[in-house]
């Protein structure tokens, strides 16, 4: 390849190698702790017609195929607001339902060793593709949306996203588990509530007695179950748990809301078991199993080093807090979850330091501060965000095999970033978004009908699609009066009733295009007064 095109990978090319300097400043200069083995890069992406990609190489890199970090950087348009971004997500098949989306803040470099040894990762949320629009499932509820809630608008945050290995029929099962719990979150909320102890996981009860019981929740919609609460990445795993069951199937429904867990032989096991500090992999490639502390030594596994370099490259990812690397972040800019756990680590830094540079030095050595540091933290096992990218940077080696792969990173830049960029490579960043679906611009602010009157959430639309809204439910036999555009409580029940009307339980707060489209359908020109709306774009015709 002579030419930078849409894939971007020629790693020979000087136009790369340029662009490819140009983003790792604009990624503030990335450590090499916050990146990934290009060979384990997932094959199974979209093409690039669909979804132009950058593969971005580390400084460390010294070819493009061997001795090699970097990222699979997709880089979201400027002008897109986070409801575009989840349609062009969904209709480019990039993001499907199941996939893990771990929240990426490249700014958490210099603000001390917890964060550099979770990889910077943060949070877990869970993908749910419907009506041609990507949705976000997280703990607390409150975070769900199309990448709109506070979280997923921050500045300088990243998504890494992971893909599960998931037969059909359990990516089916998947897709019907989170509508139901996506459609009636609300109700849900109060039954899954947020736990901020990250170091008190569920799974130390039984781990198939937690999974059924967060099943039956979903499936009476709240009205049965124990009331629980879950950390992010614990809500994930625990819905990936319930991909072997078909709540579609009425008798397995009927297990759920009348039986308990012991009747479900097997079908609510876990994708991975929750995993110790310290896993075997690093001493035993092929057959060891990942621990949540292994991502730094995974990584420094992967690159052939002189010891001299190894040193430099551990002193990196174990540096304290410092006001200049960090840009001047606190230390520890990161929740006070995370705070707590960060400081029961405080006494592993020195003996993990030690452990991943005997691993590369020293075996026999590592073996035996490996021993040491499992007597520290016996007994200390979970699912942290960084326990999915853990298991993604498992080798090719490896005979358990990788439960889950590494598709790309989702990077939205900031204005500053991107004119930097289009000063000083306009062609390239022309031709990379000349790939993008023309569909792209023409999808409208608008999604689904939601509204902020009454409930959390955002207003996605103007006054006078929602008196055409009341308008078609009145029609229907609703009885809300003179439509007045303002979605109350009213409104919420005929919306839940009409949607109840198709089989469907919900909240009543929001629509999608198709059940939007079918109301239209019923009503034809009778509320055309108020003027048309459709997905396709544009503003509503009078």
Not at 68 to 75: K, V
Not at 125 to 131: M, N, P, S
Not at 252 to 271: I, K, T
Request: hydrophobic letters at 35%; charged letters at 20%.
């Amino acid at each position: 390849m002579s030419h930078i095109d849409g894939y971007y990978k020629d790693f020979n090319d000087p136009a790369y190698e340029a662009l490819n300097r140009e983003i790792n400043g604009l990624l503030s200069d990335l450590p090499f702790f916050y990146q990934i083995p290009p060979e384990l890069f997932s094959a199974g992406i979209p093409s690039g017609d669909a979804t132009p990609f950058f593969d971005f190489r580390h400084a460390l890199s010294r070819t493009s195929a061997e001795n090699a970090l970097g990222l699979r950087l997709y880089l979201m348009p400027p002008e897109a607001n986070p409801h575009r971004v989840s349609r062009y997500l969904a209709q480019s098949g990039l993001v499907k339902t199941g996939d893990i989306l771990l929240s990426f803040r490249q700014g958490t470099t210099g603000t001390g060793e917890y964060q550099h040894l979770q990889l910077g990762l943060t949070h877990t949320g869970f993908a749910l593709v419907r009506d041609g629009a990507l949705y976000n499932l997280d703990s607390p509820l409150s975070f769900s949306g199309q990448l709109d809630q506070d979280h997923y608008t921050e500045d300088q945050l990243m998504l890494h996203v992971l893909r599960p290995g998931l037969s059909d029929d359990e990516r089916r099962n998947l897709q019907q588990w989170a509508e139901l719990l996506f459609d009636n979150r609300g109700q849900l909320a109060a039954r899954i509530a947020f736990a901020s102890d990250y170091g008190a996981p569920k799974s130390a009860r039984g781990h198939e007695k937690e999974v059924f019981n967060l099943g039956r929740l979903i499936a009476s919609g709240g009205a049965r179950g124990e009331s629980t609460g879950m950390y992010c990445s614990e809500f994930v795993w625990h819905l990936l748990a319930l991909r072997g069951c078909d709540i579609g199937d009425a008798a397995v429904r009927r297990q759920f809301l009348e039986g308990d867990h012991r009747s479900f032989n097997g079908s609510l096991d876990p994708l991975f078991a929750p995993m110790p500090v310290l896993g075997t992999a690093l001493l035993d490639p092929e057959h060891g199993s990942p621990g949540l502390s292994d991502g730094v030594g995974l990584i420094l596994n992967s690159l052939e080093v002189s010891p001299a370099e190894l040193d430099q490259l551990l002193d990196q990812a174990f540096a304290h807090w410092d006001p200049h690397f960090s840009g001047g972040r606190p230390p520890y800019a990161i929740s006070a979850g995370h705070r707590q756990q960060a400081a029961k680590f405080e006494p592993l830094y020195d003996p993990l330091k030690a452990y991943f540079r005997a691993v590369k030095l020293d075996p026999p050595a590592a073996g035996q501060i490996k021993a040491g540091i499992d007597a520290q933290t016996r007994g200390q096992e979970n699912y942290s965000p960084t326990a999915y990218l853990v298991q993604a940077l498992l080798p090719e080696s490896s005979m358990l095999g990788r439960v889950v792969s590494y598709v790309g990173t989702l990077s939205f830049p900031t204005p500053l970033q991107q004119a930097l960029l289009e000063q000083q490579f306009p062609r390239q960043l022309a031709y990379m978004h000349s790939l993008r679906p023309a569909a792209l611009g023409r999808v409208p602010e608008v999604v689904a009908v939601q509204y902020e009157d009454g409930y959390r959430g955002g207003r996605f639309f103007k006054r006078d699609q929602v008196k055409t809204l009341q308008c078609m439910l009145n029609l229907g036999g609703a009885a809300l009066g003179e439509p007045d555009g303002l979605y109350g409580n009213g409104t919420t029940r005929a919306v839940r009733a009409y949607l109840a009307s198709l089989g469907i339980e919900a909240d009543g707060r929001a629509l999608s295009w198709s059940q939007w489209e079918a109301l239209e359908a019923r009503a034809g020109e009778r509320c055309g007064q108020y003027g048309r709306f459709s997905p396709e774009g544009g503003p509503p015709t009078a």
